[in-house]
C-alpha cells in the first residue's frame, strides 16, 4: 500500500520505518530540508533501539523516502498519516496547529479519495477539527473530493518501540467508514496474522483511549512513590510491598517500580492534557491532578535525601550522576527527573559530573557549556573525587559495578539510589551509606 507519513519525529518516523519494513511503499514528510537529507542517507535523529537498521534497509530497498514536497506527499499516499507534534501550553492543553496545518495542507492538494489518519496523541474532538479544516479547504477550490478521518492512536514504549509496533498487543482504530476499515485492515494485515489484535469503535472513543491508556500507567507509578513515601515514614520496605502487592493478578508487577519520578513525552504531556479535557466538559479530574502532583514531587526525592545529608550545605560538592534519560534504551531527555536534580544542584552551588550511555549529546544540546557540568565518557570517570553517587537512570550497565572501585572513587562512600538498584543490607555491609526509594526508616533518620 502507499502511505504518507507527515511528521519524522519519534512517533512518525517509527510509523514510517515499520510499515515500510513490511513491503508497504512509505513516503515521509518534514519540512527541515536538512533532517531529510540525513533520512534519505540513514542518518537518524534519535536513539531508538533497532530502529536506524529498519531505516536503512528500507530506504536502500526504495521502500522508504523523504521529501520536504507537500504536493508529492499528498499525491503519493491513499493513507495518510499526521504524527506531527502536539505541544503543552502552559494550562496543559494540547497545542493543535501542526495538527491543523497538515490537514489543510491535505485539503489544498487531494484530487481523490483519501484516509486521513490521527496518529498524533490528540484530545478529543481532534478528528472533528481536521474534518473540519479538511471541508473548508476543499470549499475554497469549490470541489467535492470524498475523504475520511480515522483515529489510530500509538501505543509505543521508548527504548522497545521496534517491537512494540511489530508485535503489537492492541491497534486501536476509530472510524464509522467501512472503506477506510477495510484500507487500516489491510494496511495492518502484516501485524495482525496470529489472531485479531485490531479493536475498532468510534472516533472519539479511540481518542479518549490514548489517553486513558497512558494515564493509568502513570496513575500506578504514582500510587507506588505514594506507598514508598509511606513506607519510609512507616519503616517497611517498598521493595517487599511490591512483591506482595505484584503476585495479585489484579495488580501485577508492571510499573509499580518506585523510583524518582516519571519523564518523556507522553505521561507528563497527556496526563496534564486529560486534566485540561475535562476542565473544558466542567469535570474537575481530581485523580489525575493527584497523579501529576505526587509526581512532581517525586522528582525532588533525591534532592531532598541530599540536602539532609549535607547538612544542607552543598556548595561547592562534586556529585557524580548515573543516568541522565527519562528511562534506560532512549535518548529523551524531556521531563526527565535528572533535569530536575541537576538544576536543584546548581542552585545550591554543588557541580555534576555526568555520564549516560545515550543522552550525553541531548544533555550537551540542552544545557551547553557549563562550569558546573562534566559530561564524561565513562561511569567510572564520573565517580573521580565526587562527593557522592546519585542515580537517576536504571540502565542495565548500572546493576552490577564494582563496588571496591565505586568506593575508592568516592570521597564519601555515599549512594543515593533513584531507582532502587541494589540491596540496602548488602550495600551496608559493603560500607557504603545508601538512600534508596521507600527501603525503611533507616534512610529517613541519617
Request: with cysteine; aromatic share 8%.
Amino acid at each position: 500500500m502507499k502511505v504518507t507519513v507527515f511528521g519524522t519525529g519519534y512517533v512518525g518516523l517509527v510509523t514510517g520505518a515499520c510499515l515500510a519494513d513490511v513491503g508497504h511503499d512509505v513516503l515521509c514528510v518534514d519540512i527541515d530540508q536538512k533532517k531529510v537529507d540525513n533520512l534519505n542517507a540513514g542518518i537518524i535523529p534519535i536513539y531508538e533501539p533497532g530502529l536506524e537498521a529498519i531505516v536503512k534497509q528500507a530506504v536502500q530497498h526504495g521502500l522508504l523516502k523523504f521529501t520536504t514536497s507537500m504536493d508529492l506527499a499528498v499525491q503519493h499516499g491513499e493513507l495518510q498519516f499526521i504524527a506531527v507534534g502536539t505541544p503543552s501550553g502552559e494550562d496543559g492543553s494540547a497545542d493543535l496547529q501542526y495538527v491543523v496545518a497538515v490537514a489543510k495542507t491535505i485539503g489544498q492538494r487531494i484530487t481523490d479519495y483519501r484516509v486521513v489518519v490521527n496518529k498524533s496523541t490528540v484530545p478529543i474532538g481532534t478528528a472533528e477539527i481536521v474534518h473540519a479544516a479538511l471541508t473548508d479547504e476543499l470549499g475554497k477550490r469549490g470541489v467535492s473530493i470524498p475523504f475520511d478521518v480515522v483515529s489510530n492512536p500509538e501505543f509505543l514504549k521508548e527504548g522497545a518501540a521496534i517491537n512494540d509496533f511489530m508485535k503489537p498487543d492492541r491497534i486501536v482504530v476509530g472510524t464509522d467508514s467501512e472503506k477506510a476499515e477495510q484500507l487500516l485492515r489491510e494496511l495492518y494485515a502484516p501485524f495482525n496474522r496470529s489472531h485479531d489484535r485490531m479493536i475498532f469503535m468510534d472516533v472519539r472513543s479511540a481518542e479518549l483511549t490514548k489517553y486513558a491508556a497512558n494515564a493509568m500507567l502513570a496513575t500506578k507509578i504514582s500510587f507506588i512513590n505514594e506507598m514508598a513515601n509511606l513506607a519510609e515514614l512507616l519503616g517497611a520496605d517498598i521493595e517487599k510491598v511490591r512483591n506482595g502487592i505484584g503476585a495479585d493478578p489484579r495488580i501485577g508487577y508492571h510499573f509499580i517500580y518506585p523510583g524518582c519520578g516519571y519523564g518523556g513525552s507522553c505521561f507528563p504531556k497527556d496526563v496534564k492534557a486529560l486534566i485540561n479535557i475535562a476542565r473544558n466538559v466542567d469535570y474537575k479530574a481530581g485523580l489525575m491532578e493527584a497523579v501529576d502532583k505526587v509526581n512532581q514531587a517525586q522528582k525532588s526525592k533525591l534532592f531532598t535525601y541530599l540536602a539532609r545529608h549535607f547538612g544542607n550545605d552543598l556548595k561547592g560538592k562534586v556529585f557524580a550522576l548515573w543516568g541522565l534519560s527519562f528511562k534506560p534504551n532512549t535518548d529523551d531527555m524531556r521531563e526527565a527527573p535528572s533535569r530536575v536534580l541537576i538544576e536543584a544542584l546548581w542552585a545550591a552551588g554543588a557541580k555534576v559530573q555526568a555520564y549516560d550511555p545515550v543522552a550525553m549529546e541531548e544533555t550537551q544540546h540542552i544545557y551547553g557549556l557549563r562550569d558546573d557540568l562534566k559530561l564524561v565518557g565513562t561511569k567510572e570517570a564520573a565517580l573521580e573525587r565526587a562527593d557522592a553517587l546519585i542515580i537517576c537512570t536504571e540502565w542495565k550497565n548500572f546493576r552490577a559495578p564494582n563496588f571496591d572501585m565505586l568506593k575508592s572513587a568516592l570521597r564519601n562512600p555515599v549512594i543515593f539510589d533513584g531507582r532502587n538498584l541494589y540491596e540496602p543490607d548488602r550495600m551496608a555491609s559493603l560500607g557504603f551509606e545508601y538512600y534508596a526509594v521507600g527501603r525503611g526508616l533507616s534512610v529517613v533518620r541519617r
